[in-house]
Protein backbone atom coordinates (compact mmCIF):
# COMPACT_ATOMS: atom_id res chain seq x y z
CA UNK A 1 0.00 0.00 0.00
CA UNK A 2 1.12 3.42 -1.07
CA UNK A 3 0.83 6.52 1.80
CA UNK A 4 0.19 10.19 0.70
CA UNK A 5 2.89 12.77 2.34
CA UNK A 6 -0.27 14.43 4.23
CA UNK A 7 -3.65 12.90 5.43
CA UNK A 8 -6.57 15.41 7.28
CA UNK A 9 -7.59 13.02 9.75
CA UNK A 10 -11.59 12.53 10.26
CA UNK A 11 -11.09 13.67 13.59
CA UNK A 12 -11.88 17.78 14.67
CA UNK A 13 -11.33 19.19 18.64
CA UNK A 14 -12.46 22.01 20.27
CA UNK A 15 -10.41 24.98 19.57
CA UNK A 16 -11.48 26.59 22.77
CA UNK A 17 -11.22 23.58 24.76
CA UNK A 18 -7.85 23.18 23.41
CA UNK A 19 -6.77 27.06 24.07
CA UNK A 20 -7.92 26.55 28.10
CA UNK A 21 -6.22 23.55 28.62
CA UNK A 22 -3.11 25.12 26.91
CA UNK A 23 -3.58 28.43 28.71
CA UNK A 24 -3.90 26.02 32.21
CA UNK A 25 -1.16 24.11 31.28
CA UNK A 26 1.20 27.53 31.03
CA UNK A 27 0.16 29.21 33.74
CA UNK A 28 2.18 26.74 36.07
CA UNK A 29 4.84 25.13 33.45
CA UNK A 30 8.08 26.53 31.42
CA UNK A 31 8.54 25.90 28.29
CA UNK A 32 11.85 23.79 27.06
CA UNK A 33 14.17 25.08 24.12
CA UNK A 34 14.06 21.95 21.68
CA UNK A 35 17.95 20.49 22.08
CA UNK A 36 18.35 20.27 18.00
CA UNK A 37 19.38 23.87 17.72
CA UNK A 38 20.66 23.27 14.38
CA UNK A 39 17.30 22.66 13.05
CA UNK A 40 15.76 26.40 13.72
CA UNK A 41 16.31 30.03 14.02
CA UNK A 42 14.04 31.69 17.23
CA UNK A 43 12.02 30.08 19.93
CA UNK A 44 10.90 26.51 19.11
CA UNK A 45 10.21 24.91 22.36
CA UNK A 46 8.85 22.03 23.95
CA UNK A 47 6.28 20.98 27.19
CA UNK A 48 6.28 17.31 27.38
CA UNK A 49 2.90 15.39 28.00
CA UNK A 50 3.88 11.49 27.90
CA UNK A 51 7.65 9.82 27.07
CA UNK A 52 9.81 7.02 27.78
CA UNK A 53 9.32 5.66 31.54
CA UNK A 54 11.84 6.63 33.68
CA UNK A 55 12.52 9.66 31.94
CA UNK A 56 13.41 13.00 34.37
CA UNK A 57 15.97 15.41 32.86
CA UNK A 58 13.80 17.55 30.73
CA UNK A 59 15.93 16.77 27.17
CA UNK A 60 14.79 13.31 27.90
CA UNK A 61 11.52 13.88 28.30
CA UNK A 62 11.42 15.69 25.36
CA UNK A 63 13.45 13.79 23.31
CA UNK A 64 11.17 10.98 21.10
CA UNK A 65 13.34 7.65 21.85
CA UNK A 66 12.24 5.42 18.64
CA UNK A 67 14.02 2.63 20.89
CA UNK A 68 11.92 3.12 23.89
CA UNK A 69 9.93 0.49 25.05
CA UNK A 70 8.25 1.56 28.31
CA UNK A 71 6.18 4.97 28.62
CA UNK A 72 3.86 7.18 30.86
CA UNK A 73 2.27 10.09 30.96
CA UNK A 74 4.03 13.23 32.63
CA UNK A 75 2.78 15.30 35.28
CA UNK A 76 1.99 18.08 32.77
CA UNK A 77 -0.76 16.26 31.61
CA UNK A 78 -2.59 16.14 34.94
CA UNK A 79 -4.04 20.21 34.30
CA UNK A 80 -5.23 19.37 31.22
CA UNK A 81 -8.50 17.19 30.90
CA UNK A 82 -9.25 17.70 27.49
CA UNK A 83 -5.93 17.39 25.88
CA UNK A 84 -6.28 13.67 27.80
CA UNK A 85 -9.41 13.45 25.94
CA UNK A 86 -7.95 14.20 22.34
CA UNK A 87 -4.75 11.60 22.69
CA UNK A 88 -7.72 8.57 23.81
CA UNK A 89 -9.07 9.94 20.48
CA UNK A 90 -6.24 8.20 18.53
CA UNK A 91 -6.76 4.54 19.24
CA UNK A 92 -2.98 3.09 18.83
CA UNK A 93 -0.07 2.90 21.88
CA UNK A 94 0.93 6.67 22.03
CA UNK A 95 4.65 6.69 22.99
CA UNK A 96 5.61 10.49 23.15
CA UNK A 97 3.40 13.11 23.19
CA UNK A 98 4.18 16.94 23.48
CA UNK A 99 3.02 20.63 22.76
CA UNK A 100 5.08 22.29 20.65
CA UNK A 101 5.35 25.84 20.31
CA UNK A 102 6.98 27.95 17.51
CA UNK A 103 6.81 31.16 18.23
CA UNK A 104 6.41 34.87 16.16
CA UNK A 105 9.08 35.21 13.72
CA UNK A 106 10.72 31.61 14.37
CA UNK A 107 11.82 29.14 11.53
CA UNK A 108 12.06 25.42 11.46
CA UNK A 109 14.62 24.68 8.87
CA UNK A 110 14.22 21.96 6.38
CA UNK A 111 15.08 18.57 7.57
CA UNK A 112 13.26 15.68 7.87
CA UNK A 113 12.74 12.73 10.69
CA UNK A 114 13.98 9.18 10.84
CA UNK A 115 11.21 6.30 10.87
CA UNK A 116 8.21 8.38 10.84
CA UNK A 117 5.46 7.28 8.18
CA UNK A 118 2.57 5.08 8.10
CA UNK A 119 5.00 2.47 6.29
CA UNK A 120 7.55 2.09 9.04
CA UNK A 121 7.07 1.55 13.26
CA UNK A 122 5.85 4.66 14.27
CA UNK A 123 3.91 7.52 12.73
CA UNK A 124 2.76 11.00 13.89
CA UNK A 125 0.02 13.34 13.85
CA UNK A 126 -0.59 17.12 14.57
CA UNK A 127 -3.19 18.57 16.16
CA UNK A 128 -3.16 22.00 15.91
CA UNK A 129 -3.45 24.11 19.30
CA UNK A 130 -3.13 27.68 18.22
CA UNK A 131 -2.01 28.79 15.04
CA UNK A 132 -2.33 31.44 12.62
CA UNK A 133 -2.83 32.22 8.58
CA UNK A 134 1.06 33.53 8.55
CA UNK A 135 1.62 30.05 9.67
CA UNK A 136 3.84 28.77 6.40
CA UNK A 137 4.60 24.53 6.77
CA UNK A 138 6.06 23.19 3.93
CA UNK A 139 5.90 19.44 2.82
CA UNK A 140 7.80 18.43 -0.27
CA UNK A 141 7.69 22.38 -1.13
CA UNK A 142 4.06 22.44 -0.83
CA UNK A 143 2.16 24.40 1.96
CA UNK A 144 -0.32 22.30 4.16
CA UNK A 145 -2.70 24.96 5.97
CA UNK A 146 -4.08 23.42 9.36
CA UNK A 147 -6.36 24.95 11.39
CA UNK A 148 -6.63 24.74 14.99
CA UNK A 149 -8.89 21.84 16.22
CA UNK A 150 -8.29 19.67 13.09
CA UNK A 151 -5.68 16.55 12.81
CA UNK A 152 -3.19 15.45 10.62
CA UNK A 153 -0.75 12.88 9.35
CA UNK A 154 2.29 13.78 7.65
CA UNK A 155 4.92 11.93 6.31
CA UNK A 156 7.93 13.49 7.95
CA UNK A 157 10.48 11.40 6.42
CA UNK A 158 10.15 13.99 3.97
CA UNK A 159 11.85 16.86 3.40
CA UNK A 160 9.40 19.91 5.33
CA UNK A 161 9.82 23.02 7.35
CA UNK A 162 7.83 25.90 9.00
CA UNK A 163 8.07 29.64 9.66
CA UNK A 164 5.40 31.65 11.53
CA UNK A 165 5.42 34.68 9.67
CA UNK A 166 2.76 35.75 11.85
CA UNK A 167 2.70 37.79 15.08
CA UNK A 168 1.00 34.90 17.77
CA UNK A 169 2.85 31.95 18.77
CA UNK A 170 1.89 28.45 16.98
CA UNK A 171 1.18 25.33 19.00
CA UNK A 172 0.89 22.13 18.16
CA UNK A 173 0.11 18.96 19.96
CA UNK A 174 2.12 16.22 18.67
CA UNK A 175 1.30 12.13 18.94
CA UNK A 176 3.76 9.92 18.05
CA UNK A 177 2.87 6.68 18.46
CA UNK A 178 3.08 2.78 16.92
CA UNK A 179 1.60 1.73 13.33
CA UNK A 180 -1.43 -0.17 14.03
CA UNK A 181 -4.57 -1.40 11.97
CA UNK A 182 -6.04 1.46 12.54
CA UNK A 183 -3.47 3.56 11.21
CA UNK A 184 -3.26 1.50 8.37
CA UNK A 185 -7.23 1.51 7.62
CA UNK A 186 -7.13 5.49 7.75
CA UNK A 187 -5.48 5.04 4.20
CA UNK A 188 -7.91 2.25 2.96
CA UNK A 189 -10.40 4.56 0.70
CA UNK A 190 -13.07 1.81 1.55
CA UNK A 191 -12.90 2.74 5.55
CA UNK A 192 -13.02 6.01 5.45
CA UNK A 193 -13.60 6.29 9.10
CA UNK A 194 -11.23 5.66 11.94
CA UNK A 195 -11.97 2.37 13.43
CA UNK A 196 -13.63 3.62 16.50
CA UNK A 197 -15.92 5.27 14.00
CA UNK A 198 -17.00 2.62 12.18
CA UNK A 199 -16.96 0.43 15.14
CA UNK A 200 -20.05 3.43 16.23
CA UNK A 201 -21.68 3.10 12.64
CA UNK A 202 -22.16 -0.46 12.78
CA UNK A 203 -23.39 -0.10 16.13
CA UNK A 204 -26.03 2.51 15.38
CA UNK A 205 -26.88 0.32 12.82
CA UNK A 206 -27.27 -2.99 14.46
Known sequence: MGFPDRLKL???FDPIRLRADLEALTAGADWIAHFVTQNYDGDWSVIPLRCQAGA???VMMIYSDPGATAFEDTPFLAPCPYFREVI???PFQATSVRLMKLAPGSVIKTHHDEDLDAGSLLVRF???V???PDVDFRLNGVRVAMEAGSAWYLKLTDPHSVANHGTEDRVHLVIDGYVNDWVRGLFDRDSPLPLRERVASQSEVG
Open 126 to 128: HVP
Open 88 to 90: AAF
Open 56 to 58: SHP
Open 130 to 132: VTN
Open 10 to 12: PLA
